[in-house]
């Protein structure tokens, strides 16, 4: 190291935490990592006592989870919003424009579900009651409507595809069979979403 850059350093220590954070970023932004280390390692040190991780982390480690959940519930609602309002209307629809709107919606339905499902699973895996979990869930009357939503288009896709086999005259065992796998479906993508979210929870509380 150059004696001048070893004498500019020693005046770090001299500079304010809001100076020292400017210099740092400019530092960074020019890709000097070695003068923003020797910024940073020049601030005033202290030190503090707090909870020990895993449970330090976890207030904040279950608030990204409600995040992460709500954001994907309010994105795949809004568009689910958009796709049953356009059904309902019906306005400038073929038939076979309608059925494949209504197949989308059907996979947008499944999507909120999976969210929704997957965060009360994940809350259950953890020992928590979901109610407990949900308070974590921001903008809670936007993501409620949007799950009373799917729900809707779920329930409606549903007995369309049992009430079918009924008219078919298909056995009660049949009938039983495609409900299970139904749910067995619903199961899978909120297990598969609960994985997401645990995965967060384990980064955040390590």
Known sequence: MKAETRKLRKQYRNLDDLERF???LAALARGDESEAKALADAAPKAIYKHARYPFAGMHDALLLCGFMAASDI??????????????LSKDDLTEEQEVELYDRAKVTARRVMAAWDGLAMFAGNLGL???????YVPARARVDFAVALAEIVTDNANT???AALENQEEGEEIIREVEADLERVRQEAAREYADKLNELWEMKTE
């Open 22 to 24: 400017r210099v740092v």
């Open 129 to 135: 009651e979901a109610d407990h979990a949900l308070e």
């Open 74 to 87: 309010l994105g795949w609602g809004l568009l689910l919003a958009w796709e049953y309002a356009r059904l």
């Open 160 to 162: 369309t595809v049992l």
